[in-house]
Each structure stands twice: as structure tokens, then as C-alpha cells.
T-cell receptor, first 115, second 116 residues
Framework: AQKITQTQPGMFVQEKEAVTLDCTYD???????LFWYKQPSSGEMIFLIYQGSYDQQNATEGRYSLNFQKARKSANLVISASQLGDSAMYFC????????????FGTGTKLQVIP | EPEVTQTPSHQVTQMGQEVILRCVPISNHLYFYWYRQILGQKVEFLVSFYNNEISEKSEIFDDQFSVERPDGSNFTLKIRSTKLEDSAMYFC??????????????FGNGTRLTVT
């Protein structure tokens, strides 16, 4: 079974600053994918970024990057140049390889961007 | 861009009543899921569905729950006799395929179910 841990229930960041949201995971399976989702106050779940367990390079998508440290089983999300619209709940999630495997979510981190 | 559509956005029902939550996944997706999120809490897996049958279900998905894909486009979640603790946001999600593991789930905007 897989487990995702997000230890920061809430974070504050100044507008235009960078922020790192922590995520650690636990699985004995060598093949897995790691995802980050954003959930604004309106409630929808928005996919941000993906990292595969065999990917050699850290994933980047615009202002989002994933700091993947496989040996430490961590997959931290870095948001550069924070904007007010980044204020939201952020969920780290993991999926094992194969077929219809479900995505398992962490408990989330609520990020608030301060003007 | 294609999206997952859920209806209704908000449903209020009385305890003991049956409720059906509806979803239209993205048309070329093959895997379908229901998740729920009790207010302010984590997103919990309920069930996955592939090739017209349930692939996996969680302990939450007991005999009161059922899923159907009746016509090749809609994907429904039925709760037969709702309880107060079923009040939550219910998300439908779909996925195009497993490649082998890097396809994200695409979520609908959710149905907020309130049981009174």
C-alpha cells in the first residue's frame, strides 16, 4: 500500500516570493507516479505537475517545479514568483504503475499568498 | 479543452433517500473514478471502473453505493439510503490510459451532497 504525507497544514508566502510545499511518500513498489493538484476555494481539482519514479530530471511546468529526491522519498512542489491566485489547497498524490491503479492523496497544504 | 462534467453541482437530500450523482467523463478516457472529500478534509478514493466493471473499491464503498456506465458516456454513482455522514463533495475523475503510470486523473468540478 502507498502512503502520502504532507506535514504542513498551512503556509504563508509573500507575493512574488518562491515557496516550497513538502511531500513525502512511502511505497515498496519501484514504479510509481507522483502528482500535485491545486484546489482553489471554488472546489475544483486542477492537475499541476507529474513526476515519474524513473524520470532522471525534475519536472517543471511554468512556475511549478517538482523537487524529486527518490532516496529520501520526497516530492516537494516549488512555486516560483507566487501570485495572489496561487492561494489554494495543494494536494500531493501518488499512483502505482499498472492498469487502473487509484491515485492516493495526502492531506493537503493550504497556501495563502500575502500581498 | 475537453473536461469532465458533473451534475448537479449541489444536491440536498433527506436521510434515507436515494441519490444519483451524474458524470460525463472525457470521451476518449478509459478509466473512471469516484472520490469524495468531506469538508476541509482529504480526498478519499471510493471506486475505480474500467471495461464496464469495478476495478477496485475502498472500505467506504459498501453495499449502499453502486456505480454504472449505462450508455457509454454517463458514469453514475448511486447512494441507496443516504446517511448524514455521506454529506461531502463527490468528485468524478477520468483517465485516458495507463502509460504506464503517468496519466493524471482529470476531475470534474464536484457535486456537493448535503444530507439533512
Amino acid at each position: 500500500a502507498q502512503k502520502i504525507t504532507q506535514t504542513q497544514p498551512g503556509m504563508f508566502v509573500q507575493e512574488k516570493e518562491a515557496v516550497t510545499l513538502d511531500c513525502t511518500y512511502d511505497t515498496s513498489d519501484p514504479s510509481y507516479g507522483l502528482f500535485w493538484y491545486k484546489q482553489p476555494s471554488s472546489g475544483e481539482m486542477i492537475f499541476l505537475i507529474y513526476q515519474g519514479s524513473y524520470d532522471q530530471q525534475n519536472a517543471t511546468e511554468g512556475r511549478y517545479s517538482l523537487n524529486f529526491q527518490k532516496a529520501r522519498k520526497s516530492a516537494n512542489l516549488v512555486i516560483s514568483a507566487s501570485q495572489l491566485g496561487d492561494s489554494a489547497m495543494y494536494f500531493c498524490a501518488m499512483r502505482l504503475t499498472g492498469g487502473y491503479q487509484k491515485v492516493t492523496f495526502g492531506t493537503g497544504t493550504k497556501l495563502q499568498v500575502i500581498p | 479543452e475537453p473536461e469532465v462534467t458533473q451534475t448537479p453541482s449541489h444536491q440536498v437530500t433527506q436521510m434515507g433517500q436515494e441519490v444519483i450523482l451524474r458524470c460525463v467523463p472525457i470521451s476518449n478516457h478509459l478509466y473512471f473514478y469516484w472520490y469524495r472529500q468531506i469538508l476541509g478534509q482529504k480526498v478519499e478514493f471510493l471506486v475505480s471502473f474500467y471495461n464496464n466493471e469495478i476495478s477496485e473499491k475502498s472500505e467506504i464503498f459498501d453495499d449502499q453505493f453502486s456505480v454504472e456506465r449505462p450508455d457509454g458516456s454517463n458514469f453514475t454513482l448511486k447512494i441507496r439510503s443516504t446517511k448524514l455522514e455521506d454529506s461531502a463533495m463527490y468528485f468524478c475523475a477520468s483517465m485516458i490510459r495507463d502509460r504506464p503510470y503517468n496519466s493524471p486523473l482529470h476531475f470534474g468540478n464536484g457535486t456537493r451532497l448535503t444530507v439533512t
